[in-house]
């Protein structure tokens, strides 16, 4: 039978399971820093610069004080690994194992003579230099032809990476330095490649750890390992939710979710009174359905859509309030000038009455000024909002607040 469960009591549920119900719930320091990625599963990398980077802002919401450096050493102390399974991310290297298939995958596509000689070459250099870029193999060849235009070195690189023969062994800002994997990854950790069935259970594990509740799509990340677990993982769920250990769940809907029996009947604390900005690639929001249907919050990011077509703007921040998300922020750090730019902020309807927002601009212009200054901002602009008196209303609360 699918147990009917209220929206809230499921809100509750996905904020505790994503380490968004307390304030330090994983502590501070570089060490609530490695157990906030181990819980969470990975961390997702991201490019975009107009405000903090997605990785430093994900962790920063969950470990006070956090600083980018913590990333560094973690992955020189090799607790860490960057990985591309099935997203560019940092996950805790005893996971290492589960990015092997997907890596033996890539490894057995077809390739071209010179591209392999060309591999033999760059693992040649690395296994006698050590660690290198791909800038260090620069060439004059044209760049308009090949992978991507990338220059055959680079596509080297990558293409070993991806098989596993390489790993990334330290970051300067966001150029990367290549390894051997041998070199790289420490002796201690497990590399036998996992069956089918392992790596089902491994989703399954990890998911429900870290959301708490997932349907079927979730545990199988849309299909993005490239690889045929859709069998593997529904004979899981089920073998679970015959044992009682997993229970079938709906919020009326129509869509079906997988929740563990313990975490279902476990009591959870009161609703924290807490307002943080989340990164657009936050794993809170990552599955938009499920944000959708539990939330009742339609997110989409922006920044890949053609600038005529955006509803929003370029790379707008969901603001979650206790356990609501109420609303987002386009904005844009403008750091040599050291302000904080807020080009729109939008406040969802249903939280849009002036009650309601009086209630709301003091808690969120201490989370934006605080966020502010960990994107070395000390100043912060408010150009528009809908509704418009949101505007006049989060400056003069920004002034209380003294930024």
Not at 36 to 57: E, K, M, P
Not at 113 to 122: A, N, P, T
Not at 126 to 132: A, M, Q, T
Request: aromatic share 10%; with cysteine.
């Amino acid at each position: 039978m699918t147990q009917l469960i209220d929206k809230a009591r499921l809100r509750q549920i996905a904020l505790a399971s994503q380490g968004l119900d307390k304030r330090q719930p994983f502590g501070r320091g570089i060490d609530a820093t490695l157990l906030a990625i181990r819980h969470l599963g990975y961390v997702q990398i991201d490019t975009i610069s107009v405000v903090v980077r997605a990785h430093d802002h994900t962790l920063r919401t969950r470990v006070p004080g956090f600083q980018s450096q913590h990333i560094n050493r973690l992955l020189q102390d090799r607790k860490i690994f960057e990985s591309r399974v099935p997203v560019a991310a940092f996950r805790p290297v005893e996971d290492f194992r589960f990015t092997l298939l997907h890596a033996k995958k890539f490894g057995s596509k077809a390739l071209s003579k010179d591209s392999k000689l060309m591999m033999k070459r760059v693992l040649k250099r690395i296994h006698s230099e050590g660690p290198l870029r791909s800038r260090d193999f620069e060439d004059n060849r044209n760049k308009s032809s090949g992978w991507w235009n990338w220059k055959p070195a680079k596509q080297a690189l990558e293409q070993l990476y991806f098989q596993g023969d390489l790993m990334i062994s330290a970051r300067d800002g966001f150029e990367k330095r290549y390894d051997l994997t041998e070199r790289v990854l420490p002796s201690s950790v497990d590399v036998s490649v996992p069956s089918l069935e392992e790596f089902a259970c491994f989703l399954v594990d990890t998911t429900l750890r870290s959301h708490g509740f997932a349907n079927y799509k979730s545990f199988t990340a849309g299909g993005r390992y490239g690889m045929p677990l859709g069998g593997c993982v529904k004979d899981e769920l089920k073998c679970r939710t015959d044992a009682g250990k997993l229970k079938e769940i709906t919020t009326g809907g129509g869509t079906k979710y997988w929740i563990e029996t313990q975490a279902l009947e476990r009591s959870l604390g009161r609703v924290p009174k807490i307002t943080r900005l989340l990164s657009p690639f936050d794993s809170t929001v990552s599955q938009r359905d499920r944000i959708l249907e539990v939330f009742d919050f339609d997110y989409q990011i922006e920044c890949y859509v053609p600038e005529a077509k955006r509803k929003y703007g370029y790379f707008c921040l969901p603001i979650l309030h206790e356990d609501q998300l109420v609303g987002r922020i386009d904005c844009k750090s403008h750091r040599d000038e050291s302000r904080f730019e807020i080009k729109a902020l939008f406040i969802e309807p249903k939280f849009a009455s002036q009650k309601q927002l009086e209630r709301l601009v003091d808690p969120l212009s201490t989370a934006i000024a605080d966020y502010a200054r960990f994107d070395n901002c000390n100043d912060v602009v408010v150009t528009r909002s809908d509704p418009i008196m949101a505007q006049s209303l989060l400056i003069k609360a920004l002034v209380k607040n003294r930024m």
